[in-house]
Every structure is written in structure tokens, then in C-alpha cells.
């Protein structure tokens, strides 16, 4: 059974920074994609970012040039450090991972940190 465990979330004023990690755990596969997703209330959840086992990374628009995700496949941990952080980053953020086994996704979710920005 694959577990994620978040930790990082919390109360920032504007301008400030914050750090999001997500462990994954209980798979004998590896994690081919590790990434956050964000909802805001009354908003669709979406991706913020996500990084693959090889490196390579994709954001929103939204983030560019204040998020950074980066992810330590020792550990299956992947991080998102959060700068210049607006109130419009306020959302609870879920850790995604994704393992291919068999030509077959499976996809998991963690649930969720709330991360507010005040102004």
C-alpha cells in the first residue's frame, strides 16, 4: 500500500517563503513522476508542478520563477520550495506520484496541506 506522508504547509504573509515535502513509501516500483497539485476553494485542483525520476520538470505559469521542485529518489522524497509567495498561492496542496508497472499508470494522492497566504 503506497502512503504519502506531506509536511511543510502553514500561515506566511505575503512575500515569504515555505517548503513542502511529500515521502512516499510502500511500493516496490519506482515513483516515475512526483509532483503538487493545489486547490483553492471553489477553483478545480491543478497541477503546480511535477518533476521526473530523470530530472526534468514542468510548472504552471503561475509559478514560474518562485517555485522550485526538486525530489531525492533515494529517499522517494520530493520537495517544493514555495518564494515570493502571493495571497493567490493560498490552497491546499496534495502530493501526486505516479509508477508505471506493466505499461499500466497508477497514480497516488496525499491529503493535502493547507498553505494560506496573507496579505
Known amino acids: 500500500q503506497v502512503q504519502l506522508v506531506e509536511s511543510g504547509g502553514g500561515l506566511v504573509q505575503a512575500g515569504g517563503s515555505l517548503r513542502l515535502s511529500c515521502a512516499a513509501s510502500g511500493s516496490r516500483f519506482s515513483f516515475n513522476i512526483m509532483g503538487w497539485y493545489r486547490q483553492a476553494p471553489g477553483k478545480q485542483r491543478e497541477l503546480v508542478a511535477n518533476i521526473i525520476s530523470g530530472g526534468s520538470t514542468k510548472y504552471a505559469d503561475s509559478v514560474k520563477g518562485r517555485f522550485s521542485i526538486s525530489r531525492d529518489n533515494a529517499k522517494n522524497t520530493v520537495y517544493l520550495q514555495m518564494d515570493s509567495l502571493l495571497p493567490e498561492d493560498t490552497a491546499v496542496y496534495y502530493c501526486?506520484?505516479?509508477?508505471?508497472?506493466?505499461?499500466?499508470?497508477?497514480?497516488?494522492w496525499g491529503q493535502g496541506t493547507q498553505v494560506t497566504v496573507s496579505s
Open positions: 501526486n506520484v505516479r509508477t508505471m508497472v506493466d505499461s499500466y499508470w497508477f497514480e497516488y
